[in-house]
């Protein structure tokens, strides 16, 4: 039995007081413009949102993985972009420095990241390689003290704006899964070259973008880790990246429950409200049933990476259903507001174009029942 603590219900209602005044008023203008509201994600993290999982000495929150869903589903349930670019903030970059750093990188880094100072971004998919990262081409040779970098990636969330990005490449042979290294690059070091910014279906206010290396220099002091073991660190950061994003998908699916919820109580046809026609009721009662199933598999996911539990399969099974379900209740959704969950005067269409994200980043659905298989057949 999953219970909700005081800290998950304080967190809850501090992020809709400050949503309410700093997300829902301007998320249609920044899906349009693509913005990517930088000063927001500065709040943010004077409200200790953008170190949740940071301990409190590296001047983070020092939460649990259960409150880390908290955020990441209340800031979702307002705007899918948000809740995205917190999670990857959190979980990527900051949770890939906070797992294998240094203290010395530690001490560095995790201050100005945890407060919002810094945005951070996290680089591991290229052009030509998607789910196969060990046959990535970015490659980092070692010159004295320095590697160089040289290659490109993309879908990189905050790839153009992040002040500190986290890469990986390639320091040994094509697919060899120790070939691979976890190196810190600053926007500053020369070499690191802004590229396109993806103009996508939805999470519009998420910035998206290509980055490129061109002899990008940086000492050896800038390795997390052991030189090699960088693929092996980001399987491992992944199984808490994937609860991220199944908390994102629970939010944007619990958001359209909500809205669906409200509206099928104000609209009338045939003299009263839609939400007394079985259809629709029927329909409602299947989109919470799905939520609350999703969230009973995120719960025990967080549960047991808070323990410090293997997670492998438990966090796959909840990213492949939370997201999943997110793409079937959005479009439940809409399918409740009828002719009006077309239009972008009510929210339903935007959780609806934000949802499918959820399916494809950080491991697509297939890729979550390769896992989820490999993990039954062990053995």
């Given at each position: 039995m999953y219970v909700e603590t005081d800290d998950?219900?304080?967190?809850?209602?501090m992020i809709r007081q400050l949503g309410e005044k700093e997300i829902v008023p301007?998320?249609?203008?920044?899906?349009?413009?693509?913005?990517?509201?930088?000063?927001?994600?500065?709040?943010?993290?004077?409200?200790g949102l953008m170190g949740v999982l940071v301990p409190q000495k590296y001047g983070g929150s020092g939460f649990g993985y259960p409150e880390y869903v908290t955020v990441i589903s209340e800031l979702a349930q307002l705007d899918g972009s948000i809740g995205?670019?917190?999670?990857?903030h959190n979980s990527l970059c900051t949770g890939?420095?906070?797992?294998?750093?240094?203290?010395?990188?530690?001490?560095?880094?995790?201050?100005?990241l945890a407060s919002g100072e810094w945005i951070g971004a996290w680089g591991l998919t290229e052009p030509?390689?998607?789910?196969?990262?060990?046959?990535?081409?970015?490659?980092?040779?070692?010159?004295?003290?320095?590697?160089?970098?040289?290659?490109?990636?993309?879908?990189?969330?905050?790839?153009?704006?992040?002040?500190?990005?986290?890469?990986?490449?390639?320091?040994?042979?094509?697919?060899?899964?120790?070939?691979?290294?976890?190196?810190?690059?600053?926007?500053?070091?020369?070499?690191?070259?802004?590229?396109r910014k993806e103009n996508k279906l939805?999470?519009?206010?998420?910035?998206?973008?290509?980055?490129?290396?061109?002899?990008?220099?940086?000492?050896?002091?800038?390795?997390?880790?052991?030189?090699?073991?960088?693929?092996?660190?980001?399987?491992?950061?992944?199984d808490g990246g994937r609860i991220s994003i199944a908390a994102l998908g629970l939010g944007i699916a619990q958001g359209a429950l909500n809205a669906a919820v409200a509206y099928s109580k104000e609209r009338q046809q045939f003299g009263k409200?839609?939400?007394?026609?079985?259809g629709i009721s029927f329909k409602?009662?299947?989109?919470?049933?799905?939520?609350?199933?999703?969230?009973?598999?995120?719960?025990?996911?967080a549960f047991m990476k808070q323990e410090g539990l293997a997670t492998t399969k438990e966090s796959a099974m909840a990213k492949y259903y939370a997201a999943e379900i997110a793409v079937e209740v959005a479009n439940d959704a809409v399918q409740v507001f009828g002719g009006y969950g077309y239009t972008k005067d009510f929210p339903v269409e935007k959780y609806y174009r934000d949802a499918k994200l959820c399916t494809i980043g950080e491991g697509t659905t297939e890729i979550q029942k390769m896992v989820i298989g490999r993990e039954l057949l062990k053995g």
């Open positions: 998950q219900r304080m967190i809850a209602r301007h998320r249609m203008s920044w899906d349009e413009s693509q913005e990517f509201p930088i000063p927001l994600f500065r709040k943010l993290g004077t409200q995205l670019s917190v999670a990857a890939h420095i906070l797992q294998e750093g240094s203290e010395a990188q530690k001490e560095k880094y995790l201050p100005k030509n390689t998607g789910s196969d990262a060990v046959n990535m081409n970015t490659i980092a040779i070692q010159d004295g003290n320095h590697y160089v970098i040289n290659g490109s990636k993309n879908f990189i969330t905050h790839g153009n704006s992040a002040d500190v990005m986290v890469v990986l490449a390639r320091t040994g042979a094509v697919r060899d899964p120790h070939g691979i290294t976890a190196l810190i690059v600053e926007r500053t070091n020369p070499g690191l070259i802004k590229g939805g999470m519009r206010a998420s910035e998206t973008t290509e980055v490129f290396f061109d002899n990008c220099q940086v000492h050896h002091s800038a390795v997390l880790g052991k030189p090699g073991e960088g693929f092996v660190q980001a399987l491992k950061l992944l409200p839609i939400s007394s026609f079985q409602l009662a299947e989109m919470a049933t799905k939520v609350d199933a999703a969230r009973l598999l995120i719960q025990r996911a």
